[in-house]
Nanobody, 125 residues
Framework: VQLQASGGGLVHPGGSLRLSCAAS????????IGWFRQAPGKEREGVSC????????YYAESTKGRFTISRGNANNMVYLQMSSLNPEDTAVYYC???????????????????WGRGTQVTVSS
């Protein structure tokens, strides 16, 4: 199981970015895929999650209405469209895969969660 997040960068407040999570070695469509972020000095935070089969979607309160998670069409990708970004969104963003359903209920990783490398998002003027 391998995951790789990409698409981060520097963006001005109010701007947008789309993060991509590429997967290999497992059938991504059957796994819950989550996005997490960690800012310096802060705990890791669950940002969004889409369940296997895309039946359930989770958003952290701080991202509702601004972030949209989606799956690609048969390309083993998951995307996180982020808009109305603000400096508090600055963090390293990670995608993660989990075979269960708990991650998308509460945005928390489990012992079965597999992590990919992160991508830096910086929101600054």
């Amino acid at each position: 199981v391998q995951l790789q997040a990409s698409g981060g960068g520097l963006v001005h407040p109010g701007g947008s970015l789309r993060l991509s999570c590429a997967a290999s070695g497992f059938p991504m469509d059957y796994y819950a895929i989550g996005w997490f972020r960690q800012a310096p000095g802060k705990e890791r935070e669950g940002v969004s999650c889409i369940s296997g089969g895309s039946t359930d979607i989770y958003y952290a309160e701080s991202t509702k209405g601004r972030f949209t998670i989606s799956r690609g069409n048969a390309n083993n990708m998951v995307y996180l469209q982020m808009s109305s970004l603000n400096p508090e969104d600055t963090a390293v963003y990670y995608c993660a895969a989990d075979p269960g359903f708990v991650m998308c209920l509460n945005g928390q990783a489990t012992v079965s969660t597999t992590w990919g490398r992160g991508t830096q998002v910086t929101v600054s003027s």
